[in-house]
Structure formats: structure tokens, C-alpha cells
């Protein structure tokens, strides 16, 4: 069984993805694939799956009548469990020397008003 989120697209149809880090099954037909940063566009027929190395911006095109599947992090392989684990780390990493900072700034802007 598959689980994710599907999308039926027809012949020429585009479906932009913002920020892709799952893996893709193509279900159905044919389509153009371009990711952000990767020097190659590829071309995947049913039956095959692909996953960008990290998050990135994703155009998909149909090239004819097609169903494409968006794998759920639950459902996918180790792998792909551990990839989606590293990415949430690095982004808690990434947010939490901001609040940090912040932090410091509220403190010392609340010692300054209790002082004066």
C-alpha cells in the first residue's frame, strides 16, 4: 500500500513543490522532473521513484496523462526516516541561536528597565 498525498496531472500540466525532501513515486505515466541546484533534469516513467539529496524547490511536468505520489515520511524506508530526521535537526539547530539572542536581548532590556 502507498500512503502519501497523490496528484493526478494531464499531459503539459506543471506542479510546483516549494520545498521537496520525500520521496517521489510515479504511479502513472511519464513526467519531466527539474529540481533546484542539480545540474541534470530527469525523466521518470511508472514504476520509478526519486528523492532529491536535500530539501529543494521541485517543478514536475507531465508529459502525458499522469499520477504522482508524494511518499509520507512514515511510510518511507529508513533511509528516508533518517534524512527527514537530520533535516528537522538541522532546522532546530538553525532556530534555536536566534532565540537564543533573543533571549539575551529580553534579558538585558529587562534588567535595564528594572535598573533605571
Known amino acids: 500500500m502507498n500512503h502519501g498525498v497523490y496528484y493526478e496531472l494531464q499531459a ?21 522532473i527539474t529540481a533546484a541546484e542539480e ?6 516513467d511508472a514504476g520509478h521513484d526519486w528523492q532529491p539529496a536535500e530539501a529543494r524547490e521541485v517543478v514536475i511536468e507531465a508529459l502525458c496523462a ?18 527527514a530526521a537530520q533535516t528537522w535537526m538541522r532546522l532546530a539547530h538553525a532556530l534555536a541561536l536566534p532565540v537564543r539572542r533573543l533571549a539575551g536581548v529580553t534579558g538585558a532590556l529587562a534588567r535595564r528597565l528594572s535598573l533605571g
Open 39 to 44: 545540474l541534470e533534469d530527469r525523466v521518470l
Open 66 to 83: 499522469a499520477r504522482v505520489l508524494i511518499v509520507s515520511p512514515q511510510w518511507a524506508g529508513p533511509g528516508q526516516r533518517m534524512h
Open 12 to 32: 503539459g500540466e506543471l506542479l510546483h513543490l516549494p520545498r521537496l525532501n520525500q520521496p517521489l513515486r510515479i504511479m502513472q505515466g511519464r513526467v519531466w
